[in-house]
């Protein structure tokens, strides 16, 4: 595998590729929100509240992996994540 390559997709812990994990508990929150939304079809309050917790919950994932990603590609996923929540909630 080229160095660049290597350097971006190596765990710093265990030293094997990763690129992508089990999900840890905001994203579990997230996965949640989703599912019910998809199959309660909410409507009024319960809709937006599962709506803003959904995202609040993918936003704390996001942050945690710029924070405590194993590698760049985890901190730039994270990144790529928020990016994508901010524009969302601009649009």
Same mark, same amino acid.
């Given at each position: 595998?080229?160095?660049?390559?290597?350097?971006?997709?190596? =765990?710093?812990?265990?030293?094997?590729?990763?690129?992508?994990?089990?999900? =840890?508990?905001?994203?579990?929150?997230?996965?949640?929100?989703?599912?019910?939304?998809?199959?309660?079809?909410?409507?009024?309050?319960?809709?937006?509240?599962?709506?803003?917790?959904?995202?609040?919950?993918?936003?704390?994932?996001?942050?945690?992996?710029?924070?405590?990603?194993? =590698?760049?590609?985890?901190?730039?996923?994270?990144?790529?994540?928020?990016?994508?929540?901010?524009?969302?909630?601009?649009?």
């Amino acid at each position: 595998m080229p160095f660049a390559l290597d350097w971006f997709f190596r =765990n710093r812990r265990t030293g094997e590729i990763t690129i992508g994990q089990w999900p =840890n508990l905001p994203l579990i929150v997230f996965l949640a929100c989703i599912a019910l939304e998809l199959t309660l079809a909410p409507a009024g309050q319960f809709g937006a509240a599962l709506k803003i917790a959904g995202r609040i919950a993918l936003a704390a994932w996001a942050l945690d992996e710029i924070a405590r990603g194993v =590698n760049p590609w985890r901190r730039c996923l994270g990144g790529a994540v928020l990016l994508a929540l901010a524009y969302w909630a601009l649009a």
